[in-house]
């Protein structure tokens, strides 16, 4: 310990001006962040301080190469190793803990409340930077090839994002994907710097980066949304196991259904709607469904995949070729597919005053403001005034509910989901908001007032389900045939 | 005597290359051992594997009775290595340099460095990166020596310094430790000869000799035999006899077997109409470019038995 604290302080001495650009850019990310403001930049340009700044430090004692000085010297590698996790530690670590805790602080959260959450962001420091940063230097020579390695990775990493599924997003298994993928790329990072520090095998170090870097790719391209949303599952379960089966008769309304399926026919697609039971929902809780793919098995195993398919209402409702219907329609087929079932409880609704920022139970801190414009990926052709809403919680996950703003008085309410905002960097905080469009010249603060209602997830599950013996002009809706049908007494269903 | 540097068929290879090839050595205790040869003879791979920055293909060393690939902290310690080429904390002080490396060694003493700074004539408060490359040599030679190593290895410290530093060198390193044993590699044959007990010499990473200073001193010697007449020299000639070039009535080679009553009876035998011979002592240069050009490749499997009496 005391030789690792010895060249630690040889780093920091070394090292003090960038120590001290990296906590100005901390303390101007804490600021920012402080105050409210969505801090990407001052996120981004910290963590390439951050990353620079381990290069520096693990290049001042380099283990590529064989003139260095320091390795005929009697320091062990564990030695050189807790040096640079020490400068890591204090350099990085403690002020974004300290930083972490004055946001937290600032924003009105109690810090002592979120000890997980900010040993969390920890981790998330350690994964995305320290460990990346301190492995690429340990086995490369230089800047300009640390330059090219981050510019191949980087590119690999767009390659693979572009081939990322649309359903990722309705599964949030993109959240799954980036952390089972951070977590291999963790576990090369740690095998690279244990081999690079201990044995200083730099090719083999090297290969095993390349390695972790090509898996991590591959699996972003071919893991199945499917498969994300069972490891979701399995770390989050639901409380009860759900099944879907065949509804005999039917009930409901399916009027934005045969909206959809007059509009799909004219493209040569029409829809099958098919009635569920949906079993194994606690009550108390409510639930979406995501469907991300769906197979109509014909006899002589002739087989279609569904594209876009939905679960709304107790109706499996799928897409098919007006083709395949016209030519199977008196056939019996056989529906199989996977659904991923998120349940939540609903919390209470908060009244939030218009202007007034206030902690809501289950969501977390909520403001609203009148706005020129809610973002600039929107644009109208007449100006419009908009309400925005916007709240922020340490936890990410909990910040799902629904918003409506309501007219004094009025009953019917116009709402929307909150959405989550883009990433601000490596803040504790997470933001979601939902935007409203208010009529010319009009006051929202004297007629109008904000409900918020929590969404509070309580688990998942994947469903799979296997429906046969459904003759398929049963739960087909052909234009001019707007009728609700019901299903044939016949038909059965399974989990 | 113990043997604080050892090898056993030692040999690196580089992928297709082979930088060091069954090196077999024994360093005795105190001694002054020189490793000699061309450029790219592997004297700077043979130091790098004997301190495990680079790991042997194949054989062993030993470092103060460790094997070398399992030399630690507790070895390095007392164990001292300048090398010309060695990558230095350019922005440290020479004065925070050595206060830095303090700390490396518990034998370290304080009035080993400041007596070492004194002779060195080293600027503290100058930075490495400002000083010339023979100051550089000395600070790292002052980092190495004030723990007092028991093993010091030097990789061509001398190479391009004036002779007024290599001499300040050679006696620190002398006066410094003189109960260390010492390996160093060097081009510098004049210098090497001034002060080296030992002597091995490495070419093609192969080593043809290693031995005491003073016995390679004595096998080899410069032979001069002037004939009656001219005449045809015999083809059977010792393997020991060294570049023989013959013209009129002068023959010439180098017996690198030297032995006075031996030595006349073979001129009496090969040269019966000899009417005179002059055997002079070599210098060491003399006789490392003796041994290099006998080592060229037509020659070298004729002559390797006779010259690699290795210790």
């Not at chain 1, 963590?47 to 320091?75: C, K, S, Y």
């Not at chain 1, 403001?367 to 936890?395: M, Q």
């Not at chain 2, 054989?59 to 094997?67: F, H, P, S, T």
């Amino acid at each position: 310990m005391r030789l690792a604290l010895h060249i630690f302080k040889k780093d920091v001495r070394r090292l003090w001006p960038g120590i001290a650009i990296a906590l100005l850019v901390q303390a101007a990310a804490a600021w920012v962040d402080a105050v409210g403001a969505t801090a990407v930049p001052a996120g981004v340009l910290l963590m390439i301080t951050w990353a620079t700044l381990l290069v520096l430090a693990v290049h001042e004692d380099p283990l590529v190469g064989d003139r260095q000085f320091w390795i005929t010297r009697p320091g062990r590698w564990r030695v050189l190793l807790g040096a640079k996790l020490l400068f890591a530690v204090a350099v990085v670590h403690v002020p974004l803990l300290v930083a972490d805790i004055v946001v937290l602080a600032a924003r009105g959260f109690r810090p002592w409340e979120w000890v997980a959450r900010l040993l969390t962001e920890q981790l998330l420091a350690a994964a995305v930077v320290t460990l990346p940063a301190i492995a690429l230097a340990a086995v490369l020579r230089n800047f300009a090839h640390l330059a090219l390695a981050v510019i191949a990775i980087a590119g690999l990493s767009a390659l693979a994002a572009n081939g990322t599924p649309e359903s990722y997003g309705w599964l949030h298994a993109a959240e799954t994907l980036v952390v089972l993928v951070t977590t291999v790329a963790c576990a090369a990072a740690v095998v690279m710097i244990w081999w690079q520090f201990a044995r200083r095998r730099t090719w083999a170090s090297r290969l095993v980066g390349i390695a972790g870097v090509l898996v991590g790719a591959l699996m972003w391209v071919f893991l199945p949304p499917i498969f994300l949303a069972r490891v979701r599952a399995a770390a989050n379960p639901a409380p009860s196991r759900i099944s879907f089966h065949v509804r005999s008769g039917s009930t409901g309304s399916l009027d934005p259904i045969t909206a959809m399926a007059r509009g799909r026919a004219l493209a040569g697609m029409t829809v099958m709607t098919v009635p569920l039971n949906v079993s194994g929902i606690p009550a108390g809780l409510a639930s979406g469904f995501v469907v991300p793919t769906v197979d109509i098995i014909a006899p002589g195993h002739e087989r279609y995949q569904a594209g876009a398919t939905y679960l709304w209402q107790d109706w499996l409702i799928t897409e098919i070729p007006l083709e395949f219907y016209q030519r199977l329609k008196d056939a019996k087929v056989e529906l199989k597919g996977s659904a991923a079932a998120f349940l939540y409880r609903v919390g209470s609704t908060a009244s939030l005053p218009l202007g007034v920022d206030r902690l809501v139970p289950g969501l977390g801190r909520c403001s609203s403001e009148a706005i020129e414009s809610p973002g600039p990926e929107i644009s109208y052709s007449r100006p419009h005034h908009f309400l925005k809403v916007e709240c922020e919680s340490p936890s990410a996950s909990s910040l799902t509910g629904f918003v409506r703003l309501r007219r004094t008085g009025d009953p019917d309410a116009g709402g929307t989901e909150l959405g989550s905002m883009a990433a601000t960097g490596i803040s504790i905080l997470a933001r979601a908001s939902a935007s409203f469009i208010l009529d010319q010249g009009e006051n929202p603060q004297s007629s109008w007032r904000l409900e918020i209602t929590p969404n509070i997830p309580q688990g998942s599950q994947v469903v799979s389900f296997d429906l046969h013996d459904l003759r398929l002009g049963d739960y087909v809706q052909q234009p001019g045939e707007w009728r609700l049908r019901g299903t044939r007494d016949g038909a059965k269903g399974s989990k | 005597m113990s043997s604080p540097l050892r090898t056993e068929r030692l040999t690196k290879n580089f992928r297709h290359v082979d930088a060091l090839r069954d090196l077999s050595i024994e360093v005795p205790e105190g001694s002054v051992f020189a490793l000699v040869g061309p450029n790219g003879a592997g004297k700077t791979t043979a130091m790098k594997t004997l301190l495990n920055i680079h790991e042997p293909t194949s054989g062993r060393a030993e470092l103060l009775g460790v094997d070398s690939r399992s030399l630690a902290a507790r070895e390095f310690a007392r164990i001292g290595y300048v090398s010309e080429n060695q990558k230095m904390p350019d922005w440290m002080t020479v004065g925070y340099f050595l206060s830095y490396c303090r700390e490396f060694y518990p034998e370290w003493s304080d009035a080993d460095a400041v007596e070492l700074v004194r002779v060195l004539e080293l600027p503290l408060d100058r930075k490495l990166r400002h000083l010339s490359r023979g100051m550089r040599v000395k600070a790292a030679l002052a980092s190495s020596l004030a723990y007092r190593p028991k093993l010091i290895l030097l990789d061509e410290p001398f190479g391009g310094l004036d002779v007024l530093v290599r001499e300040q060198l050679i006696e620190s390193v002398l006066d410094r430790t003189p109960e260390a044993t010492v390996f160093l590699s060097s081009h510098d044959l004049a210098e090497i000869e001034s002060f080296a007990s030992h002597i091995a010499y490495l070419s093609d990473g192969r080593l043809l000799f290693a031995e005491e200073m003073s016995a390679l001193s004595a096998r080899f010697r410069d032979i001069e035999v002037t004939l009656d007449e001219e005449s045809e020299l015999p083809a059977d000639l010792p393997v020991a006899w060294l570049n023989l070039e013959h013209a009129g009535v002068v023959a010439r080679f180098i017996d690198s077997q030297f032995d006075g009553e031996r030595h006349r009876v073979d001129i009496q035998h090969f040269f019966p109409r000899a009417r005179s011979v002059n055997a002079r002592a070599m210098t060491l240069r003399a006789i490392i470019l003796a041994v290099s050009k006998a080592a060229q490749p037509a020659k070298r499997e004729l002559r390797r038995s006779e010259v690699t009496p290795c210790v």
